[in-house]
């Protein structure tokens, strides 16, 4: 097992939607000189996916090996086919990731990019339009959509590069030999949060080979450390019972929690959180809905020292089943800076008060229940029974 590998001197920017995202990752695209590793769950075929294929086409064609990396199943067979056929046309090497679901169920849910080894981005935005739904192109959103990224600059670009590296020699031809040594390097040992020095970050990944509950533990080890104050932003809140009882834990004691949900995109994944809130809302945890537009951002911030941004949500498939990456960042200002991003998103939000979902009418309540009945079933099949 290796530890979870902090490292320090990391210059890492906070980037708001893809506004502040995409320019960012285009302009280091076309900056390469050497190689690009880029891997998302979306690759969409609008104008911002157009703007991200052609950079990277405009990369491989002045010789710089460029590897991409999409889901399948998010991205779609259709658009996969196409993307890699206009891809491979300039050069650009491309690999789907579990096609036809040959590997079981996993999805590759993370989003991430290195350029030359000396910058790299990871986050929750997918490579589509801000102004439209992930679901539907037809769909614009009211607003731009809620999302975060980073930009990482520092020693922690060769730990996302070895990361990457390694995905993509598991999704081709590779040696037995090759494969015992990437499982034996890939193992993450949390050992804590660290508590000396500032602007220290760390990769967390999630797999189903040796980091089965990698990130979860980095949420555990948190909220379990927390002394004042846990904002935590996602937009499918359905958490396993040890996420659940750190944050009912942490509000008990003390701990100011607030939890910003994205609302209205299925009405499902409504359903289900719903079913959580009442012991939520009992332990004095705050729950805040955003309706403003699509929260896509998963994200979090304690006591103002502990931050993650990343791809993961809180639900079974992000936890317990599909592939993701965060980044943990000990460094106060941009904790701070991150917190006063999901406080404004806070504040266009509506709370959740106990006195009135108290006196949700009792069909309602039983549509949550059902709906959380069923997805615990699905998980709970899914996961073989491990979805703790």
Known sequence: MRHLKYSIDNEIALLHCGAEFFPALIAAIDAARTEIYLETYIFSLDDTGA???DALQRAARRGVQVCVITDWLGTGRKVSGILKRELREAGVHHRSFNPWFK????????KLCVVDRQIAFVGG???NDDFYSDDSLHVRLPERRWDFGISIVGPLVQDVFEEMQA???RLGPLKLRTRWKNFQKGRIRHTGVPTHGSAMAALVVRDNLRNRRTIQRAYLQALGQAHHSAYLANPYFAPGRKLRRALEQAAVRGVRVTLLLGVGQF?????????????????GVRIVEYRKTQLHGKVAVVDDEWATVGSSNYDGLSLFVNQEANVVINDDAFARSLREQI???VADGTEVLAAEF???PWYRRARHAVAFFVYRSVIHVITLGKDA
Request: glycine share 4%.
């Open 103 to 110: 590997r079981g169920v996993a999805r590759s849910h993370r």
């Open 167 to 169: 995905q993509w020699q």
């Open 267 to 283: 009405a499902m994944q409504d359903a289900v959180a719903n079913w959580f809130y009442p012991k939520l809302l009992k332990c």
């Open 125 to 127: 935005l997918n490579i």
């Open 51 to 53: 703007q991200v294929r």
């Open 358 to 360: 108290a006196h949700t």
């Open 343 to 345: 406080q404004r998103g």
